[in-house]
């Protein structure tokens, strides 16, 4: 057998036990139906909101992800300012992270009333509480039900090293499961995402690979995925469909966006033949999860 053939072989070989090893290694400690039965009457309806949120209702819950009311953005921005309308019992905001772009303090006030709930990672506890607000923790892969929902904190990448750490989304309701990525770096978790919770109805995946120009020294590194990432990410999630979001922000001196995100994202996921649903902010998920 010549090297080459060696080679070629042992590299078939570490990736099989790779694989078996992703799949029973005691690090990965999770449950075969890490999410349980979620089944419920009804079906979960679906709201993009502003910027990365998200709203998920079904019969007497509502989940709001990273919503935003706040416009933080004096004019560099493109799309509508949305507040959502909540007009059932159980309500909760899941936070991705700290960063004012997805924590607006007055958008979790405004949605949680005097009874509703903050769920984030119990790194964030503490800085979420001390505003104010009831809080349940989640530990990264802990299953959490909430109402009608079950949601599960999964690990991600912040780009500028947020206090307390930073989490994607999986919410599992009515015989449906989503994933929302906040603004997450890619890393090397989505294959086991998939394994474990997947294959998803839908994603939500940041995609303008922004960079923060103000600050120095300038990383030249993109600090959330960019399109060709979102789009290698809801391949390896094995989404049934992705919705972009995170994107339509471009400020020269300080955020810069990669260039034409939404076009370059659609064009990206049609070579890969990935489904996709652009959806404008207020615009509901017709006909999808």
């Known amino acids: ?117 903050v769920v984030c990672h119990e790194g964030i506890v503490e800085e979420v509480a001390s505003d104010g607000f009831r809080v349940r923790p989640a530990a990264h892969y802990e299953p959490i039900r909430l109402g009608a929902f079950i949601a599960t904190a999964l690990p991600a990448v912040d780009g500028l090293g947020v206090k307390g750490g930073q989490v994607s989304w999986a919410v ?4 449906k499961t989503f994933f929302h990525g906040g603004d997450t770096l890619w890393h090397g978790h989505w294959r086991l995402f998939q394994q474990q919770y997947g294959p998803f109805d839908a994603a939500y995946l940041p995609i ?13 590194i993109a600090a959330s995925m960019t399109p060709e990432q979102a789009v290698a990410a809801g391949v390896l999630l094995g989404a049934r469909v992705v919705t972009p979001i995170h994107y339509g922000v471009n400020d020269p001196e300080f955020y810069v966006e990669y260039p034409e995100a939404e076009g370059a994202f659609i064009a990206l996921a049609q070579e890969r033949e990935l489904e996709i649903s652009v959806l404008a902010p207020g615009e509901w998920a017709a006909g999808r999860p």
């Open 208 to 220: 303008n690979g922004f960079q923060l120009q103000g600050m120095e020294p300038p990383s030249t």
């Open 1 to 117: 057998m010549t090297p080459s053939a060696c080679r070629a072989l042992d590299r078939r070989a570490f990736l099989k036990s790779s694989s078996l090893a992703v799949a029973g290694a005691g690090l990965w400690t999770l449950p075969v139906a890490a999410f349980g039965p979620a089944e419920a009457p009804g079906s979960p309806r679906v709201q993009r909101l502003t910027w990365a949120g998200l709203k998920i209702e079904m019969e007497d819950t509502t989940l709001l992800i990273d919503p935003i009311i706040t416009d933080i953005w004096q004019g560099n921005r493109s799309f509508s300012m949305v507040t959502p309308e909540i007009n059932t019992e159980r309500r909760y905001v899941l936070l991705t992270h700290l960063h004012n772009d997805h924590y607006d303090r007055a958008a979790v006030a405004e949605a949680l009333g005097e009874r509703g709930r």
């Open 172 to 175: 599992r309701g009515g015989g």
